[in-house]
């Protein structure tokens, strides 16, 4: 799961339909091993994103709600919003800013 993450629209927790393949494939895995997922939800710097401190979490909520829906047992997920403390891209670009809306998602077991 290293390279896989999931991007959000600026200001947006939804979980795109592009994301749903990836992330049908590991509620597939957890279903076969019990496997430990953590999902880490972040944000850019822009002030769509920024004015809302809940939004990283509400992030990790939906990708984990939607694991949970595929039968992933909630108590082997966990979901923390991390801001936009841990950026991947350059906040002063919208290309960048785009990069750090995201998800990342850690398996262990």
């Given amino acids: 799961m290293t ?3 999931i ?6 927790y939804e979980v ?8 049908n494939h590991l509620a597939q895995l957890a279903a076969k091993c019990p496997l430990k997922i953590r999902i ?5 710097t822009s002030p769509n994103e920024s004015s809302d ?9 939906a990708v984990a709600a939607y694991l ?5 047992p909630r ?12 950026p991947v891209g350059d906040n002063a670009t919208p290309s960048g800013q785009a990069k750090n809306r995201r998800i990342e998602i850690t398996v262990t077991n």
Avoid: C, Y
């Fill in 16 to 23: 795109r339909s592009v994301a749903h393949e990836m992330l």
């Fill in 75 to 86: 108590k082997r997920i966990t979901s923390v919003g991390a801001g936009a403390e841990q």
């Fill in 53 to 61: 401190p809940n939004l990283s979490q509400e992030r990790a909520d």
């Fill in 40 to 44: 880490t939800g972040h944000v850019d």
């Fill in 3 to 5: 390279n896989n993450t």
């Fill in 68 to 72: 949970t829906s595929k039968g992933v």
């Fill in 7 to 12: 991007a959000f629209g600026s200001g947006s």
